[in-house]
């Protein structure tokens, strides 16, 4: 077993978790659609060429020198023949760059400016892959471990229907290999709106069927460039958590869907024990909860939302208190409340504030 990398600002951009259904009065928002899934004893992938579609793969990087060159070790294994791999370095203040640079110097890299969140940094990376015609955008986390075929396995979902829009793979906990982390995900207007089906099960093939899905996690997404101009960038009103959701939601109203790849594999660098309750976390998590809520949730789904969220924040408190940490519950409290007044911005034409 590989040693677990140290858990960074960088390992914590891209977590949610929920437990509950979503409400019966709005199927069209979290509908999947009628259940299909494909037969995993009869099908054959399709042998791959050059005439494969291309794909740009994407990896944010802020301050994340080490694990995000540990991240590109496997992905540079991928053995994908129409792939070319893109770090978006989104502000780093480190020697990011210049090492990544001296340490894979085939590899491209596109240098935002400032760091104002992680949509901001991806849109510059997708501005960039729809300005060079790529048919797919891969977008990655930069705390990743990839299986050599999980690219072309997410191809094989994703060219098999015309509306399939966005496709993830089957992840597991780096730290616990085979311990699951995200099959996939469903929607709901409880806790952090966001459950990842699986999360902490040993896989025992109990998720063996690629399936139409609420949600794919932002972790890893392969997004056909035709979805992605229909449903638009991801959204910067979000600075962390839930912008992967709320892409999902506006994918879907463009006509598309979003699909879970069972034979596409990934490793997260998180740790199943280590917990990601802390204050900053919690503040921009919550933050985007709110900014959600406002989006996408009818007026009974808000309340109900936050009729939940003041029964269960007394309860989280002294939970917390014994443990030192209430100040996390405090800054829930404080992010929701800004996420609720935050002013909501028009998503950008372009994004092309890029270090040349």
Not at 22 to 42: E, I, W
Not at 126 to 138: N, P, R, S
């Amino acid at each position: 077993m590989k040693p677990e990398p140290p858990v960074t600002s960088t390992t914590l951009l891209a977590q949610s978790g929920g437990d509950a259904p979503s409400p019966a009065d709005a199927p069209s928002l979290f509908d999947t659609g009628p259940f299909v899934s494909t037969d995993t004893n009869s099908r054959s992938d399709p042998q791959m060429s050059d005439s494969s579609p291309t794909v740009a793969g994407l990896v944010l990087n802020y301050n994340g020198r080490d694990v995000t060159q540990l991240s590109l070790s496997s992905l540079v294994e991928l053995d994908y023949p129409n792939l070319e791999l893109v770090v978006v370095d989104n502000g780093s203040t480190d020697d990011s760059f210049a090492a990544i640079s001296a340490a894979y110097p085939t590899i491209r890299q596109l240098r935002v400016r400032e760091n104002h969140g992680i949509s901001w940094g991806l849109n510059h990376g997708i501005q960039w892959a729809l300005d060079e015609g790529f048919d797919y955008v891969l977008l990655m986390n930069n705390d990743i471990e990839v299986a050599p075929d999980m690219l072309s396995e997410l191809i094989t979902v994703a060219e098999s229907q015309p509306t399939i829009g966005c496709v993830g793979p089957k992840t597991y906990y780096y730290s616990d290999r085979e311990r699951l982390w995200s099959t996939g995900g469903q929607l709901h207007f409880r806790h952090s709106l966001t459950d990842e089906r699986g999360d902490g099960e040993l896989d025992r093939g109990q998720y063996e069927q690629d399936q139409a899905m609420q949600y794919i996690n932002g972790c890893a997404m392969l997004v056909k460039a035709k979805a992605m101009q229909a449903a638009g960038y991801w959204d910067p009103d979000y600075y962390l958590g839930l912008e992967d959701a709320d892409f999902c939601v506006r994918l879907k109203a463009a006509g598309f869907s979003c699909w879970y790849a069972h034979r596409a594999k990934l490793w997260h660098m998180i740790s199943h024990s280590i917990g990601v309750y802390k204050p900053t976390r919690t503040f921009h998590t919550t933050r985007s909860q709110g900014i959600f809520l406002r989006k996408h949730a009818t007026s009974f789904q808000r309340l109900s939302s936050l009729l939940w969220f003041a029964a269960a924040m007394p309860i989280a408190y002294v939970r917390e208190l014994f443990k030192g940490n209430q100040e996390a519950v405090v800054q829930k409290v404080r992010g929701l409340r800004a996420g609720l007044n935050a002013p909501l911005s028009v998503l950008p034409i372009e994004y092309r504030d890029l270090i040349e």
